[in-house]
């Protein structure tokens, strides 16, 4: 039984104050929200209201509320889902992906909704994806979750791919039951065949998941932030189901875990640059490998990077070396590290080569077989691509060892013992391949992905429509992906008060919360002095470090224990100079 619309939302428009009524069918009572509350309502309760109320709308589900800064005041949104087409049937549910999205002003002045146009457009792109079963919610496959993890926590969810989360927090605090009205959302690509074995209906599927925690477009989010996540992270699972068996193959990618961008405006081979020196990339960098251990197992790193220090690669060469050098040097020198120049080595063609650095990897990693109820394997890591993007190459190579690994998954069900069926699931996932490629590219750079075996022209035209896209449309793109996963108040004076003085779990909190305790914030701070040191430093054009009579001489006195050595020479404004008092902040200016 296909999804219907089972949300009727009703207003009161040209009322003060304006409100809206939600019915659900098969619930047997109503949501009001009215002055930023929202209330539970049973129908001999809500049965009056309807008289002076009149119909807005009909829905398939509800993503939440949405909050935005206008100036002094906030406005309110609530989100619908009114379009939606099913992708396949996938357990017990059924997977949609969303096509039309309503955002209804909860001040009733329809032009608000032009505010949140981009936001609108994020969700309709046709990379927003939720499950629904008519047997209830608790039928329907969390698409956040891997088959391999869904095995071992039923009732849990990955927030990492879980996009509408910020919406869900209104309703959380009112007490309402989330799964019941409220639909979860993930952001990637879902790709579904149905394959006859006999009388029997097998299902190949392969699910990408767009991590949420350092989300952007192509040139607005690089690297690794200070909490170790990186840029267009995306966990790739290749999928068989038969009956109540399935095995699943993960695979990851993700940017490289250093501080780098792509500055400027980029044409052609955009310049690469370091934004932050070794010694200050190193925490970040141990934080994203320990999270990838503590979530995936072991580790095998493909870095698909050129290599070539000269010429149009220079910049990824560069990018290649520090992420070797910066692995050598951390606790994670346990890691493959494995190189292949994509480009160099003859690209998608060329990957039986790769396959005899891959393979025993592959094979020792594993993949995660269920039969029945047993769990007859387990996936024990995964293998982490990486190229610039983790677009195009990436996608090349997951899909060379997917399809490697997809004949053992085959073998393990049984179902390789005939030719024909064997290359069917080999056809239908390479096309899938080629589709997921395309979708998580247009995700990032706007366009379908290069490098997939297509024409050169094509290849050619989605280039240049990348750099309008990337040069000319991402900011609002970006801005769109800040307010719907980090709230109204990011970037307001008031959410910064807030950060500093609210431990992370209440970045979020209700907007009086967050005024009360800024007001209040003497009763429990204290205040601390810090020495900044500020100077200038002449390079003379660098002719001091070439030379034999300065080539041993430090910076360290000058940087560290000026306080200390200099009093003379120094300005000093320190009332009260400690020479224990570490310098807190440095202010060099460069000649």
Same mark, same amino acid.
């Given at each position: ?55 807005? !709308? ?161 040139? !607005? ?168 993007? !983790? ?201």
């Amino acid at each position: 039984m296909a999804m219907g619309r089972g949300i009727r939302v009703f207003h009161n428009p040209n009322q003060n104050p304006y409100s809206v009524l939600i019915e659900q069918r098969g619930v047997d009572h109503c949501i009001l929200l009215e002055s930023q509350a929202i209330l539970t309502l049973t129908p001999a309760e809500a049965d009056p209201l309807k008289a002076v109320y009149v119909k807005l !709308c009909d829905a398939y589900g509800i993503l939440g509320n949405m909050r935005l800064s206008a100036g002094e005041r906030v406005l309110h949104y609530l989100c619908l889902v009114t379009g939606a087409v099913s992708t396949g049937k996938l357990g017990k549910g059924e997977v949609y992906k969303i096509t039309e999205c309503k955002m209804v002003s909860l001040r009733g002045y329809s032009p608000d909704e032009e505010r949140v146009a981009e936001v609108k457009k994020l969700f309709t792109c046709g990379a927003a994806y939720f499950s629904f079963s008519n047997q209830g919610p608790e039928h329907a496959m969390d698409l956040t979750m891997s088959a391999q993890k869904a095995a071992k926590f039923s009732n849990k969810s990955d927030g990492r791919f879980f996009w509408n989360r910020m919406l869900h927090l209104p309703y959380i605090r009112a007490g309402i039951s989330t799964p019941t009205w409220l639909m979860r959302v993930m952001f990637g690509s879902v790709e579904m065949r149905t394959v006859y074995v006999g009388s029997k209906q097998a299902k190949a599927v392969i699910i990408s998941r767009l991590s949420s925690e350092r989300a952007g477009t192509r040139f !607005c989010v690089r690297g690794v932030d200070d909490d170790g996540h990186v840029a267009n992270f995306v966990e790739t699972e290749q999928l068989v189901t038969l009956d109540k068996s399935c095995t699943s193959f993960l695979q990851i990618r993700g940017s490289v875990p250093l501080f780098w961008d792509q500055p400027g405006v980029n044409v052609g081979s955009h310049k690469i640059r370091m934004s932050r020196g070794p010694e200050l990339s190193a925490p970040a960098f141990d934080s994203h490998f320990k999270q990838l251990k503590a979530l995936y197992g072991g580790q095998v790193i493909i870095n698909l990077l050129g290599s070539n220090l000269v010429g149009s690669k220079e910049g990824e060469a560069t990018l290649s070396t520090a992420f070797q050098t910066h692995q050598k040097s951390s606790p994670h020198t346990d890691i493959p590290h494995i190189l292949w120049d994509f480009h160099a080595e003859g690209g998608a063609k060329n990957l039986d080569k790769l396959d005899r650095k891959v393979c025993k990897y592959a094979e020792k990693l594993d993949y995660f077989h269920l039969a029945g109820e047993v769990v007859a394997k387990r996936q024990t890591g995964v293998i982490r691509s990486n190229c610039t993007d !983790c677009l195009d190459r990436t996608n090349a190579v997951q899909m060379f060892i997917g399809l490697k690994v997809l004949s053992s998954q085959l073998a393990s069900m049984k179902l390789n013992e005939k030719e024909n069926i064997v290359a069917r699931f080999e056809d239908g996932f390479k096309q899938m391949w080629v589709n997921n490629g395309n979708a998580l590219s247009k995700l990032y750079a706007g366009t379908g992905a290069l490098s997939q075996g297509g024409s050169k022209l094509m290849d050619g035209a989605r280039s240049a429509a990348r750099t309008i896209q990337n040069n000319l449309l991402d900011k609002d793109k970006q801005s769109a992906y800040d307010l719907l996963l980090h709230g109204t108040v990011r970037n307001t004076d008031l959410a910064d008060r807030a950060r500093l003085l609210l431990p992370m779990e209440y970045w979020n909190a209700p907007v009086p919360l967050c005024q009360s305790v800024a007001k209040r914030s003497e009763d429990f701070t204290y205040s601390e002095p810090l020495r900044v040191a500020v100077g200038t430093y002449n390079i003379n054009g660098g002719k001091h470090f070439r030379s034999v009579v300065y080539k041993n001489v430090s910076l360290d006195d000058w940087l560290l224990d000026a306080h200390k050595e200099n009093k003379e020479t120094l300005v000093d404004l320190d009332p009260s100079p400690s020479d224990e008092k570490v310098v807190d902040v440095y202010a060099i200016g460069f000649e």
